[in-house]
């Protein structure tokens, strides 16, 4: 039962360009959306994170983008730089307060120079 | 930078043995939380704790796994009787409103 999905295990993009991960969720209670990037054996760090009542958010390079109606959200990372190079996670939880977060399997960027 | 300091960084253990996972979570933090996650697979969530009790668990937290503060400061998660599956890394975040939840940098846990 994946309620978070990030269907795309990999992703390939030259230094400079922009980064697209996606993410899709399925749980309409799903109300705080949040990114997270992960190097082998690190914790995830967290990057960016949005509300449902915006459909977007900006914090430098990272951008996160959230369509409600499509159940669909975005992280756009310009431009992309080689410390950029990890595995990214989309999370979402029903709210505040004590909610668990649920994953997606995590989408590794590899910015090529 | 205020850190969630987690130890051991690896833990061998032998299969039907307890093991304790320590997490030292962001001092003024009001929310903590174990989460872990099984090679190959994803983050998944374990259980949450506010105010001295938990708030939240998932169908993996079953009675084998127990948590507690004992202070002011530790927030640990307790495993009874390990099994080969409950080989993974184990996650503590704390947080301290909505937003800027923070990991720890895990404990690889392997049962032999």
């Known amino acids: 039962d994946q309620q978070v999905k990030q269907n795309s295990p990999s992703l390939s993009v030259q230094e400079g360009r922009i980064s697209i991960l996606n993410c899709d969720y399925t749980?309409?209670?799903?109300?705080?959306f949040l990114w997270y990037k992960k190097y082998p054996a690190e914790g995830p760090t967290f990057l960016i994170s949005i509300s449902s009542i915006k459909d977007k958010n900006e914090d430098g390079r990272f951008t996160v983008f959230l369509n409600k109606s499509a159940k669909h959200l975005s992280l756009h990372i310009v431009p992309s730089q080689p410390g950029d190079s990890a595995v990214y996670f989309c999370?979402?939880?029903?709210?505040?307060?004590?909610?668990?977060?649920?994953f997606g399997k995590g989408t590794h960027l590899i910015i090529q120079p | 930078e205020p850190e969630v300091t987690q130890t051991p960084s690896h833990q061998v253990t032998q299969m039907g043995q307890e093991v304790i996972l320590r997490c030292v979570p962001i001092?003024?933090?009001?929310?903590f939380y174990w989460y872990r996650q099984i090679l190959g697979q994803k983050v998944e969530f374990l259980v949450s704790?506010?105010?001295?009790?938990?708030?939240?668990k998932s169908e993996i937290f079953d009675d084998q796994f127990s948590v507690e503060r004992p202070d002011g400061s530790n927030f640990t998660l307790k495993i009874r009787s390990t099994k080969l599956e409950d080989s993974a890394m184990y996650f503590c975040a704390s947080k301290l409103d909505l937003d800027g939840y923070t990991f720890g940098s895990g404990t690889r846990l392997t049962v032999v």
């Open positions: 704790f506010y105010n001295n009790e938990i708030s939240e």
């Open positions: 999370a979402a939880s029903p709210g505040g307060g004590a909610d668990g977060l649920t």
């Open positions: 001092s003024n933090h009001l929310y």
């Open positions: 749980n309409s209670m799903f109300d705080y």
